[in-house]
Structures are given as C-alpha cells and as structure tokens.
C-alpha cells in the first residue's frame, strides 16, 4: 500500500486532547494515521501529497444503523391506498420492497448507497439488510459493494418469522463465521433480528443460543412504534427489555434501534447491561412516530448513538434533526446541541470500536486511516468552543471534497475515480424499474 500526506489542513483532531491544529498535516502511510500536526515541511515524503488549502480536515463519520436495502425506494408508491399507521407502512411498502429484491439487486442497492456515504463523509456503515426471495449469500452481495467503494462495514441478516420461522438465522451464523476466518478487518457482523413483535419464542430462542454460541452482538429493532410493545404484551406477557433480557440479548455490543417506548425500567436495564440504543430522528419524524427520547437515555447513562435508518446516506443532518427535535419538543432553545454533536462524533465511533479490531474514529497515529476534507474554510474562529457550531450550521451543508478510507482516496475532489459511476447509475436504473414493476 502507498502512503498520503495531506498538507494545510484545519485539523479537529477529536483525540483525547481534542486538539484543533491550524496549518495541520496529516502522514498516512498503509491503512493506519502515521502522524499528525504540524509536520515541517520537507521532513516527510509521500507516494502522493493533497493539499487541503486551509480546509476543514476530520476523521470519517460512522453511520450505526442503516438499511441500504432502501435505496430503491427513492420516489416509490405502493399500490392501494396510504399507510395510515406504521404496521401499514411496513407491510405495503418495506415488506413488499425487500420480497422484490433479487441478489443483484441486494448488490447494487448497497453500492449506490455506499457511493452517496462516502460522498457525504461516512466511512464505516453499520447495517441491517433484509432480502427474503434471495437470503443466502446476500450478505456477501452487500460486502461486494463496501470492498468495491472502498468502505468498513458491519452487517447482519433481519430475522423474522414474518415469510417462515426463523428466515435468516442461517445467513447470520454463515456470515459471523466468515468475517472471524477473514484475514483483514475491514467487515464486521452482529446477529440480525427485525424486532420481538416479527420473532416468536421459538424463533427468539434460536437467535439468542446462536449469537451466544458465535460470542455475537445482536442488532435489534425496539419499541419503534406501540404495536411492538403491544403485540409483546399480548403475546408473550412481557415487556420488550424483558423478553431480550431473559434471553441473554442485552450487552456491550448489542445494539438496540429506536427505543422510542420504553419504560425508565428498561433504560435502567440498557445501562446495567452496557448495551446501545441508536436514535434515527428523521425516519421516525417520517413514519408520523415518536422521535426517540434520546436526553432520556443520556440521562439514565445509555450509550446512544445515531443512524439514518436508511432514509439517507447522511449523518451530519440527523444530528441536526436530532437537537432540532429536541428543542422544539421541549420548546427549551438550550436543549441537545452539544449532545446531538457528541452522539455524531463520539458515540458513533465508540460504538464502533466495540464492533472492529482496527480504532477509528480520531486523528492520532495508529488510528485507521478514515479522513475526510469539507469544502469548507471556516470563516469565523474554529476552536473547541465554535465547533459543533461549525458542524450542525456549516459542515451539514458543505461538499466533501476528498474520502480517505482505510488508506485510500475514494471520494477525489467529489468524484469517485475507481467507479464507472455513469455506467453503475444506468444499472440501478433498469434494476429499478423491474423492482417497481415486480411490486403488486
Ligand atoms: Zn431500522
């Protein structure tokens, strides 16, 4: 592998001193950040240097729960008439839309989404996929497209019984066992499972023994709607937290999506088991739902992170909705905003640095090198004070000039120079269109 040099960067370091470094350098050498500062000039040499031009430089952002199965819905309607209610919205829409996916599909989708990541400055994805009419092998489909762009990744397959008991749980175990023989560790996998009211007691038996079985975390959808919580209720007796947790669910590196409806009981519970909840602001404003009531959560000592929840590609934008929201529910103009911005750049890479062998997240030696340069000279001073300033008013509308991932430039003054973009595009095109019309 070759070694970067980026010269003349405004560096937010993030690092334990969190250091902002004016007229910065940054020295990659492999996949791994060599050194970081204010390197001399002529005391390093690189295979290639890029001058950031008094630029915003920073580390890559990680998205912690995604669905890149999604990106063929981009301006679908389903037949019938509107959803009223969330089940609605999921049996006409993403039931019939993840059943239309062939394994081809399952690829380009995930391609397509990854390209718009990197784009938007999101180097490692954590998703969640579900493919009923092609399961087998579809996890492998998705790693094609992040090895292709050039992106970490950790997956896992969404069981459910929804098709027939149990769908998937053969996919995760296949695909956990593989990333452990592979030899690099540039993909990851939890146990997927869509959420306790699509997995009956059977089913969530099964999930739990195998995940134990493979020392896996899961990655779960909770308490999105109050037809989980009450179809658990019914069904089982129980409350969501409770049904997991008398399964050995929970843990440091379990994954709980939403948790909009939960009691202060299972906060407790979340927290005890240092266990993650991952809020997606926007896609629960777009289902008509709750938003996940993430102070909450800080406040019982949750790890929280954030995700698109396959809506889009773009984090720095659910971070803004994420204090957006909060301000506006509380009517407090106080609220959320240092919050929204740790979530986004702390939490998110320590949820990762629970899931991969290989730290990221900061500019420091030995870290992965995932960086990333904004079209964006600040224009006001850039310090600790300012920054999440500059973030939620500035960064979230600003381009990506270039994406480092894990060593390599993916995302070249907005291009990305690896791909036959025009020829990918006009793929996805038709693949959608037979999609659509496969969908009744
Ligand atoms: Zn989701």
Redesign the pocket.
Known sequence: MSSLLITNGRLVTLDADDRFVENGCVYIDGNRIVDVGEIAPGSCSADRTIDAGGRLVMPGLVNA?H?LYSTFARGFTPPGPPARNFEENLKNLWWKLDSALESEDVYYSALLALMDAARAGCTTVID?HASPSCSDGSLDQVERAFRDVGLSGCLCYEVSDRNRDGEGIEENERYIRKCRESADDQMAALFGMHASMTLGAKTLERCAAAASDLDAGCHV?VA?DLIDVRVTAERDGQSIMDRFASVGIPGPKTIF??GTHLEAREMDLMHSTDSILVS?PE?NMNNGLRVSPILEFLRHGVTVGV?T??ISSHLISQARAMYLHQRTDHRDPALAFAEASKILLHNNRNICNRLFAEPRGTLAPGQLADVIIHDYIPFTPLNANTFYGHLLFGLSFSRIRTTIARGHVVVDDGALPQLDEEAIRARCAERATAIWARIH
Do not use: K, L, W
Request: charged share 15%.
């Open positions: 729960h669905h969640h959808h999105e999506v939403h997606n896609s995700g929840d396959g």
